[in-house]
């Protein structure tokens, strides 16, 4: 069983943190966003708002001024215009299109023709930038395979099993690999540092600045902890993880909506059967509501709707019950008072002990499958209870 470091590790919680601090700051920042989905999916002409794309196979075409994200199994970003643009595919082509950064991700990755005005960031198995593609900053690759044969105005920064360079590189160039090979065609306009174990410089090849060796590091051997060390270390970075992030979604909802998170924090301390009765209907209910749906084709989109539903209240339940778990012991812990609400601080760190209290119990085995459900149950029941008072005070 493997191990992550604890960089990694730290990396993970952060980018927990980064999800909560997003989603709790959409509603600040909301903007105009378009969604276009389906099997084979085809875009072309004017956008003027976020572009958001997913299916099988998709065409990209657009005339925009603002970002484009596309999410498929192939994606060829064909003749379009973007402002930013997001790609991850199992094949990506670039092919005469304009933006003025890119970020692709994908398995096979191909920058045929056009122009990124900024810098480019692609990883992918192969990665190759051809002849007719220029990048005007700095390009960031990495993949097993890593080919450049087009311009690129600012530095070169790559990883990879075996990199090649062929085309110009403006500034300095930095490789990571087992080897580099620097054909005929390659100009570099600054310092060429590589730390590789095989490399082949064509003598035809410019190299206008210093060229800087690093030896290859041998890689660092640690004991592997023992099969318990790691059970309990898997366990307790789920659990830091979960509090962490279980925590300040609870105090996200909480300081974003304190009326609604109050009163489903007083439904499940009030009226918890009543509750569980309610959460366990709307949960029983989902799975034939969403095959009813899927059968008749036009409650297809009314049936995607219920799944994404489904799929908000997940999160959004397991916060309800642990704020009205948090409200509960912050009473108890007052003998009786804390009646006033919390504020900030008092926020915060009732909604992280009441989600380390429920990420323990859930580390249970068997027993703490049982608590997921019994708490998602809950707060499901709570939020729509307060809701549906809400609604009828008006």
Do not use: H
Not at 110 to 119: I, L, Q, R, T, Y
Not at 126 to 145: D, I, K
Not at 216 to 223: C, D, G, I
């Amino acid at each position: 069983m493997s191990l992550l470091s604890p960089a990694a590790r730290m990396r993970q919680v952060l980018a927990l943190l980064t999800a909560v601090l997003a989603v709790s700051a959409a509603p600040l920042a909301a903007q105009a966003v378009e969604f276009r989905t389906g099997r084979q999916v085809e875009i072309i002409g004017a956008f003027e708002d976020v572009l958001f794309v997913s299916g099988d196979r998709i065409r990209l075409a657009p005339q925009s001024e603002d970002d484009v994200f596309a999410a498929a199994e192939t994606i060829a970003f064909d003749g379009g215009r973007a402002l930013n643009l997001f790609l991850a595919a199992g094949q990506v082509r670039f092919q005469d299109g304009q933006a003025r950064d890119a970020l692709l991700l994908g398995r096979d990755i191909d920058f045929e023709d056009g122009v990124v005005a900024d810098d480019v960031y692609a990883a992918g198995r192969n990665v190759r930038v051809g002849p007719g593609f220029e990048v005007g900053g700095t390009a960031f690759l990495a993949g097993q395979t890593v080919t450049t044969e087009g311009p690129i105005a600012g530095e070169l920064r790559t990883a990879g099993e075996t990199v090649r360079i062929e085309g110009s590189v403006s500034g300095d160039v930095v490789v990571y690999a087992q080897r580099l090979e620097i054909g005929p065609g390659a100009r570099i306009g600054g310092d060429l540092t590589y730390e590789v174990s095989e490399v082949e410089i064509s003598p035809e090849a410019v190299i206008s600045g210093r060229t800087v060796v690093q030896e290859p590091r041998e890689p660092k051997r640690q004991e592997a902890p023992s099969p318990g060390a790691a059970v309990l270390g898997g366990v307790f970075w789920s659990v830091a993880v979960g509090v962490v992030g279980g925590g300040l979604l609870t105090f996200a909802l909480a300081m974003l909506f304190p009326g609604f998170m109050t009163a489903a924090a007083g439904r499940i301390a009030e009226r918890p059967l009543p509750t569980l009765g309610l959460g366990f209907l709307l949960a029983l209910i989902a799975v034939p509501l969403i095959a009813v749906l899927f059968v008749s084709v036009i409650g297809i989109p009314l049936g995607l709707l219920v799944i994404g539903l489904y799929l908000v209240a997940w999160p959004a339940g397991l916060a309800a019950f642990a704020y009205g778990l948090a409200m509960m012991v912050r009473r108890l812990a007052a003998r009786g008072g804390g009646a006033e609400p919390p504020g900030l601080w008092g926020k915060l760190g009732w909604s992280l002990a009441a989600t380390a209290l429920i990420c323990l119990v859930g580390a249970i085995p068997i027993v703490g499958g049982f608590a997921w459900l019994l708490a998602w149950i809950l707060g499901l029941g709570a939020l729509v209870a307060a809701g549906r008072e809400a609604l009828a005070r008006g």
